[in-house]
């Protein structure tokens, strides 16, 4: 069974730090990775995706990921965060074999301070 | 296209009465999703279709939780009867093939008192 992992609940920054949340996988097959945003009160949007290809993808906002396949992590990287990334960030696995079941981590709370 | 729809946005209800969310896929996406958000447990998945049927409903809490999609543009989450437990904000997402992103709707917040 898949599984997402996302090491850090809450982070708590100054405005122009730069940002990395770890996110970990399980699942042996081939999957599709995503790093969604919910801003408060809102609904979760799509920040970036990795499908195949360059491991590297960037996303909206100035926001990356690197996929790395041999750590099973795809981790979310900005290199100077402002307040309005406030946010909860969630990382997804969606399995691209048989069901397309899509799971989500727990989350990890950014407050970035002005 | 006006994105995923969810009916109501807010809900509050009685503990023991019967409630039904909504969720209007966005047009020509095949699969639905029902994720149930809480402080506690994060972001879970509850059931997921696949052109109109359910492929995993394993997340489902409990009988007390059933789900449908007669058909493709349409789906409901019924709870009944509810408890204060069920307290939560309930998400609809939709998506083309299996291995595309979701697209979520605004989420219904459900208030059991």
């Known amino acids: 069974a898949q599984s997402v992992s996302q090491h850090n609940h809450h982070v708590i920054l100054s405005e122009a730090a730069s940002l990395e949340l770890g996110c970990n996988y399980s699942y042996g097959g081939t999957v599709n990775l995503f790093w969604y945003v919910q801003y408060p009160g809102q609904h979760l949007q799509l920040l970036l995706k990795?499908?195949?290809?360059?491991?590297l993808v960037k996303g909206i906002k100035g926001f990356e990921a690197e996929f790395i396949k041999s750590k099973f992590s795809f981790n979310l990287r900005k290199p100077s965060v402002q307040w309005s990334d406030t946010a909860e960030y969630f990382c997804?696995?969606?399995?691209?074999?048989?069901?397309?079941?899509?799971?989500f981590g727990q989350g990890t709370t950014l407050q970035v301070k002005p | 296209d006006a994105g995923v729809i969810q009916s109501p946005r807010h809900e509050v209800t009685e503990m023991g009465q019967e409630v039904t969310l909504r969720c209007k896929p966005i047009?020509?996406?095949?699969?639905l999703f029902w994720y149930r958000q809480t402080m506690m447990r994060g972001l879970e998945l509850l059931i997921y279709?696949?052109?109109?049927?359910?492929?995993?409903d394993s997340g489902m809490p409990e009988d007390r939780f059933s789900a449908k999609m007669p058909n493709a543009s349409f789906s409901t989450l019924k709870i009944q009867p509810s408890e204060p437990r069920d307290s939560a904000v309930y998400f609809c997402a939709s998506s083309l093939e299996r291995s595309t992103e979701a697209f979520f709707g605004q989420g219904t917040r459900l208030t059991v008192v």
């Open positions: 279709f696949n052109n109109n049927v359910p492929i995993d």
């Open positions: 990795y499908f195949s290809g360059d491991p």
């Open positions: 047009s020509g996406h095949d699969y």
């Open positions: 997804a696995v969606r399995t691209s074999g048989n069901t397309g079941k899509l799971i």
